[in-house]
Each structure stands twice: as structure tokens, then as C-alpha cells.
């Protein structure tokens, strides 16, 4: 029996995935599609409570006697008087907590799952359709150093934190629907509680390791005249060849003012659900957005409303990075072929380093010609 050559073998499986994927795609919607059920907001479930052109709750017609008014101050939490220092003492009703509870188990549960396993397929099919890759001819074999030892522990620190916070954080948001039904309550309850200590103190190192990568870091990633052309050609997708690019082009641009940002954004909503009721950071915002614009956004939020919002904030920032963290780990490690070593032992092959970072090659090049020493990075070297 002849056996096929590995080529051979390759292509034949790469057709049965393109015509799999499309299949599983299409059968996973139909699925989706089937069970979603719209969940009803707070709104829906208590119209009644609410006054209707002018009436006013409770279906009398004396306004005076209602006293409304007064009860919609306390279903928004007003605080009543009260001569402590704690000012949360004086709290009687807080009905917004509702939709912050029915947001939080509906909706934002369905389409951050939604989001999380829509990256995955997204890049199954991805990777069916375009495979990996891979440098034109092969490698070359010989290496030019591309992340010095302090650029890989800075970005060591910031993934392996973030990926402590992401498994903590999902497990807070998801882990009453998918874990305690499979563990019971009590080993829940434990893993639980561990994993709330792990993420309040791993989030310092993740907060260190993202001031460290901003300051290594910034000097690349300022945009320039390159990344338009980048941008035009899909980052080699579209045209021929792979359009030149510095030390960072376009796409590593992006993602690294995305984890800049929404990573600033996590960890300022996370300080304020570690130190409860101290900031007030959602009504400053809404205040000077209504001052800006001339919009009418509700600024006097009471303290719990503020963690309520800081609560669905940092949900949602976290989930984006996870799905944009999720496609970043699969360019530098299944998608392309040559890109991991860059940040296990820093060293890249050369004709990768050609075919996507052009100039910067050029500029490490020519800093060695000029000066005799080493530059970025160093000089030409056998791969082991």
C-alpha cells in the first residue's frame, strides 16, 4: 500500500476542514439561534410601579396623598437622614439594584459567551480557509535578536497575570452555571473564595507589568506614515508580499494600545470594587459628558449605583480583552509560523524578521554598521 507523502496528507485534511467548519458554524447559530431566550428587563417586570402619563403609583388621582415623589427618591436610594459616619447606614431601597442583577445573570452572560466561542470559531474557520502562515521558502537558520530579557519578563508577567485574573474572573462570572452544578456547592464555595484572593492580588502584578510594557514599549508603537499602507493591504492579506514595518506594525500597534487602555480601564473599575464606595468616578464622568455635549445623563449616582456600574464595566472590559487576547495567542503561536521564539528565547529567524518588520531589520542593521556594536537587536547567529 503506497503511503502519501505529508504534503499530501496535509492538504487532503485542510479541504475535509473547509468543508467541516462551515458545517459546524452554521449548526452552532441554528442552536444559538433556538435557545436564545430575550430576558425581561426591570422595566418590563415592574411597569406598574411607575407613573403613566402623569397618574401616579398606586392608580389614585391625589398627587398629595401619594407623596410620589417621595417614593421615587427612595426606589432610587436616596439616604435618609442619619447621624453616623457610614453613610450607606441610611440606605432604604435601591430598585436600580434590580437591573443591575437582571443585566448581570441575562444578558451579559449570554453574549460574553456568546463573544468568548464566537473568537474561537471565528478563528477554526480562519485557520481552515487560510492555514498557517508560514515564511516564503523556509527559514533561514540563522537568528537576530528581537526582545531583550526584560522585554520578555515584562510581557511574561503581563500574560500569565492576566490569564490568573481571566480564569478568577470568569469562573465569578459564569462558575454558578457551569462549576457548582459539576462540583457541588461546597468545593464551588471553596475554589470560590481562593480564587477571589488570587485575582484581588495578582491584579497588582498585572497593573505593574502593563506600566512596564507601556514604558519599554511607547516609543515603538507611536503610528506612522506605515501603517496606513499596512492597513491597506490587510497586513499582506491583500497584494503581494508583506508591507514594511518598524519594530511594531499596524496590527501589534492596535493591540497594544487596546491592552494599554482597557487594561488602565480594568484595573481603575477593579480598585473601586476592592475599596467599595469611595469613588465616584461614573457620575464625574456622566457630569462632564453632560457639560460637553449637553446631555441629560443621570450624574447623582448614589454610592451603590456606582458600584453596580463599576461592577458591569469591569465585566465587560474583560471580556473584550480576553477575546482580543484570545486572537493574539493564536497569530504568535498556531497562526504563524516563526513568531513564538520571539518571546521564548528572543531570537527570530532573519527572513521572518524580513518578510514583517523590514525597516526595523534595516535600522538594526545599519546602527551595527555605524557604531560596530550591537544594536536592538544582534548580530546575525546560527539558529541552535
Known sequence: MNQKEPEQLQTEMAKSLRKAVPLFLMA???????????????????????????TTPGGTDNA???????????????QATTTGQNKMSGQLMQSEGNDWRLTRTGPMLMYSSWAILGIIMLLCLFFALRGRIRVEGGLAGKTIKRFSTIERLAHWLLASSFICLALTGLNLMFGRTVLMPLLGKDAFSSITIA???????????????????????????????????????????????HPAARKFNAGQKV???????????????????????TLSMFGGTFE???????????????????????????????????????????????GMEGAISAMTSGDVDIKWAREHHSLWVEEVEASENTTGKKGDGEALQPAE
Open 28 to 54: 452552532i447559530m441554528v442552536l444559538a439561534f433556538l435557545s436564545f431566550q430575550p430576558v425581561a428587563s426591570f422595566a418590563q417586570v415592574s411597569g406598574a410601579d411607575k407613573p403613566i402619563a402623569g
Open 64 to 78: 398629595a396623598n401619594s407623596s410620589a415623589e417621595m417614593w421615587r427618591k427612595i426606589r432610587r436610594g436616596v
Open 195 to 241: 480564587g477571589k484572593f488570587i485575582h484581588n492580588y495578582v491584579a497588582f502584578a498585572f497593573i505593574a507589568a502593563l506600566v512596564m510594557i507601556l514604558i519599554l514599549w511607547f516609543v515603538h508603537n507611536i503610528p506612522n506614515r506605515h501603517d496606513v499602507m499596512w492597513f491597506l493591504k490587510g497586513g499582506g492579506i491583500f497584494g503581494s508580499g
Open 255 to 277: 493591540l497594544f494600545w487596546i491592552i494599554i487602555l482597557c487594561g488602565a480601564s480594568i484595573s481603575l473599575s477593579g480598585w473601586a470594587l476592592m475599596n467599595p464606595f
Open 288 to 334: 462632564l459628558v453632560n457639560q460637553i455635549f449637553g446631555t441629560t445623563y443621570q450624574a447623582d449616582l448614589s454610592l451603590i449605583q456606582e458600584q453596580q456600574y463599576q461592577s458591569i464595566w469591569h465585566a465587560l472590559m474583560a471580556i473584550f480583552l480576553i477575546v482580543v487576547v484570545i486572537a493574539h495567542i493564536y497569530i504568535g503561536t498556531l
